[in-house]
C-alpha cells in the first residue's frame, strides 16, 4: 500500500505504546518513542529491546527512543498517547507546556476517570487549549501487545468526532497484519474498551474460584448487556457493543492469560489482596479504577450493573469473591432482555389503550 511517510511521537513506553510504534516503524513511519524512565529509553536506542515490557522482542531499530519531550515532539502533527488513564492529565500538562501548534492526539488508553466520570477524549479535550488541538481519535479493540509486537493478525477500530482524522489515523497504521477499521461512534468505542476490563477482572475471580467455563459464558454474556445498558444511556450505539470494541475486546480480555486485568482478577480469586496483586502485576490494571467509575456511573445514569457492583464490593469493601458470585446468583428472577421485555410491555399498553 502507498502510504505518506509521517513522523510520529509515541507518548509511552509501556507495552502497548511500544508494540504499537512497531506497527508504525513497519509502515515506514518516522517514530519517536517517549518514556519517562532514562535507562529505558537508552536500553530501547542501544539494545533495540525494551524488556520490561515486551521481553522477548527486537525492536525496529529505526524505532528511536526519547526521554525528552521537548525532543520528542518538534516536527510532528500525530501523537499516540499510550500511557495509563491515571497518567494522563499530567502527560498533557508538560505537553501543554512545549507544545506551539496543533497536533492529533491518537489515544489507546483503556479507562474512564473517577469522580470526573470522562471519558479519556473529555479529559485530552479538557487538559489541551484549542489552539494546540487538531482531532482527538480513539483507536481500541482486541489486542494485546504481545501478540501484535509478534505481528500476529489484529483487528482494532478508530473512531472519533472528525471522521476525516479517524481515517488518517485508519490509513497510518493498517498493514496486512493489523487491520484497521473505523466507527463513528466514539462513546460506544470508548465505554466498550473501558468497562470491558470490569468484567475481564471478575473473569479471572471465578477462574481462580475454579469455576468453568460456564460461569466465563455467564460473565461474558451478562457483562455485555450491562456495559451496553449503561453506553446507551450515555448516547452510544447499541450496534457497537456487537463489534471489535464491544464483544471482540470482552472476548480477548476475559480469555487470554495475557491480559493484565484477567490475571489479577485470577490471583484475587486465588486469595491474594488487591494491594498484594496491584504491587505484584508490575504493569497497568485499569480495571481497577474503571470499577470505581463505573459504580458511579450506574448510581449517575441509575443503570443496573449488578456485575460491576458486586465486583466494586470485592476490590475496596473487603466483600469475599466467593461470597460476591453467590450474591449475583442468588439475585431476584428477571428477564433476560430486561429491556425489549420493556418495550413489548409499553407496546402492548398501547395497543390496549387503542382498543378502549
Ligand atoms: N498492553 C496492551 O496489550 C494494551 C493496553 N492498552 C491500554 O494502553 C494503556 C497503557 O497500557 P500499557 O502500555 O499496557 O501499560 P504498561 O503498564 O505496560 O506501561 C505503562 C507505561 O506508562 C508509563 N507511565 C506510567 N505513569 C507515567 C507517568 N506519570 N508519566 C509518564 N509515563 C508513565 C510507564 O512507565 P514506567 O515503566 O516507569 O512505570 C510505562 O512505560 C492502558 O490504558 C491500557 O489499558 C490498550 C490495548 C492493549
Ligand atoms: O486491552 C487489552 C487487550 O485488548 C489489554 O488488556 P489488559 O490491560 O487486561 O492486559
Redesign the pocket.
Known amino acids: 500500500m502507498e502510504r505518506n511517510r509521517e513522523s510520529v511521537a509515541v507518548v ?6 511500544t ?1 504499537l510504534a512497531m506497527v508504525l516503524a513497519d509502515n515506514g513511519h518516522d517514530v519517536r518513542l517517549w ?3 532514562p535507562e ?1 529509553i537508552e536500553e530501547i536506542n542501544t539494545q533495540h529491546t525494551n524488556k ?2 515486551l521481553s522477548e522482542i527486537h525492536l525496529p531499530e529505526e524505532i528511536r527512543g526519547y526521554s525528552s519531550l521537548e525532543e520528542a515532539l518538534p516536527r510532528t502533527e500525530i501523537m499516540i498517547l ?4 491515571k ?1 494522563i492529565r ?2 498533557l500538562g508538560k505537553i501543554r507546556e512545549i507544545r506551539t501548534e496543533p497536533i492529533t492526539i491518537v489515544h ?4 474512564i476517570e473517577p469522580d470526573s466520570l470522562l471519558r479519556i477524549s473529555e479529559m485530552i479535550e479538557e487538559e489541551m487549549p484549542e489552539n494546540l488541538l487538531d482531532s482527538v481519535v480513539v483507536l481500541s479493540g482486541p ?4 501478540e501484535v509486537s509478534l505481528r500476529h493478525p489484529t483487528t482494532v477500530t478508530v473512531s472519533s468526532k472528525n471522521m476525516k482524522a479517524a481515517e488518517k489515523i485508519q490509513d497510518l497504521f493498517i498493514n496486512n497484519n493489523f487491520r484497521v477499521y473505523t466507527n463513528p461512534d466514539i462513546i460506544g468505542v470508548e465505554i466498550g474498551g473501558a468497562l470491558k ?1 470490569i468484567i475481564a477482572l471478575a473473569a479471572g475471580i471465578t477462574d481462580g474460584l475454579g469455576y468453568g467455563d460456564n460461569a466465563k459464558a455467564a460473565l461474558i454474556t451478562r457483562g455485555l448487556a450491562e456495559i451496553a445498558r449503561l453506553g446507551m444511556k450515555m448516547g452510544a450505539s447499541p450496534l457497537t457493543f456487537s463489534g471489535l470494541a464491544g464483544i471482540g475486546d470482552l472476548i480477548v480480555t476475559c480469555t487470554s492469560v ?1 491480559s493484565r486485568n484477567w490475571r489479577a482478577g485470577n490471583l484475587l480469586g486465588k486469595g491474594h489482596n488487591l494491594q498484594e496483586v496491584l504491587d505484584n502485576m508490575g ?2 490494571v ?1 480495571g481497577v479504577r474503571t470499577t470505581k467509575a463505573a459504580h458511579q456511573l450506574a448510581k449517575k445514569y441509575d443503570v443496573k450493573m449488578p456485575i460491576t457492583n458486586v465486583l466494586y464490593d470485592v476490590l475496596f469493601n473487603n466483600v469475599n469473591a466467593k461470597d460476591a458470585v453467590d450474591l449475583l446468583m442468588g439475585r431476584g428472577k428477571t428477564h433476560e432482555m430486561e429491556d425489549l421485555a420493556n418495550v413489548l410491555e409499553d407496546q402492548r399498553g398501547s395497543k390496549n389503550q387503542e382498543n378502549l
Open positions: 509511552g513506553a509501556g507495552s502497548w505504546g508494540a518514556g519517562h524512565n529505558q520490561k515490557y499510550a500511557v495509563p488513564t497518567a499530567e502527560v489507546v488508553s483503556k479507562g489486542s494485546h501487545a504481545e476490563n495475557h504493569m497497568v485499569e
